[in-house]
């Protein structure tokens, strides 16, 4: 079955910065579209980057934009979270997700079927 394993959550202060990793298992990594997410408590999940299979099409939420950069090492299996200058409304619990379908390279992913089980972040003003 596919598995997703995250890691590279922790505390930060302010400004500083993180790495989250994702490493992707069961499923052949490369023809398929990954994404970041994250909740905080008390809120709704919200959506914070996508990249296509390709690496080429990447997607972010407005508020992380120029922050946050998503990647991916195909022959790793593993998709990347880049997160500079951090603020304390960062903090949340990241996940990883991947679709069940393929998408064309260029199109934002809608539905993500796949979960990994969360690595938080947390930031301190």
């Known amino acids: 079955q596919v598995q997703l394993v995250e890691s590279g959550g922790g505390l930060v202060q302010a400004g500083g910065s993180l790495r989250l990793s994702c490493v992707v298992s069961?499923?052949?990594?490369?023809?398929?579209?990954m994404g970041w997410f994250r909740q905080a408590p008390g809120k709704e999940r919200e959506f914070v980057a996508a990249?296509?299979?390709?690496?080429?099409?990447?997607f972010y939420l407005d508020s992380v934009k120029g922050r946050f950069t998503i990647s991916r090492d195909n022959t790793k299996s593993t998709v990347y979270l880049q997160m500079n200058s951090l603020k304390p409304e960062d903090t949340a619990a990241y996940y990883c997700?991947?679709?069940?379908?393929?998408?064309?390279?260029?199109?934002?992913?809608?539905?993500?079927?796949?979960w990994g089980q969360g690595t938080q972040v947390s930031v301190s003003s």
């Open positions: 997700a991947t679709p069940a379908s393929n998408y064309a390279d260029n199109v934002k992913p809608v539905r993500f079927d796949f």
């Open positions: 069961g499923r052949t990594f490369r023809m398929y579209a």
């Open positions: 990249i296509s299979w390709s690496g080429y099409y990447t």
